[in-house]
């Protein structure tokens, strides 16, 4: 590569590097452990009210659920924590959730994040890795 076309390249990335927005990390824009916890918490009150899923909570052990969530959330986001639960699949094995079962309880946690001011952006940082686990939750 010659010299011209890396000059124009350095100052391409240099651009795209200062039109990026400033964002803290992930697991600090969420506020950390605490703010992990209220999510989760919240998320869970929400999906516990939400006539459409509830019933698939009847006999769970919701404040081991809460923690567990926090603690997943905060593993996804690069915090520092380790999930040692069991994988989705496992945890979901013979439960046969359906689609709309999935995107209800996705939708409970989104309108939690919305409840708790937490921005768009940082939203997506956490739905973006809790959506491809669908995959495994979801019975086909």
């Known amino acids: 590569m010659n010299i011209t076309v890396q000059r124009r ?25 605490a703010g992990l916890a209220r999510v989760a918490d919240h998320g869970v009150d929400r999906v516990l009210a939400d006539p459409r899923i509830k ?8 404040p081991r659920l809460k923690e567990q969530l926090a603690i997943q ?4 986001l690069g915090g520092p924590c380790q999930y040692t639960g069991p994988d989705m699949k496992a945890a979901h094995a013979g439960m046969n959730l359906h689609d709309a079962e999935f995107n209800a309880l996705a939708e409970d946690f989104q309108l939690a994040m919305d409840d708790l001011d937490i921005p768009f952006r940082t939203q997506n940082a956490l739905i973006s890795k809790l959506a491809p686990m669908e995959k495994a939750m979801v019975a086909k």
């Open 9 to 33: 390249l350095a100052a391409c990335l240099a651009m795209a590097l200062i039109a990026m927005p400033a964002f803290a990390d992930d697991f600090e824009a969420f506020g950390g452990k």
């Open 55 to 62: 019933d698939r909570f009847t006999h769970a052990d919701i």
């Open 73 to 76: 959330f905060c593993a996804l």
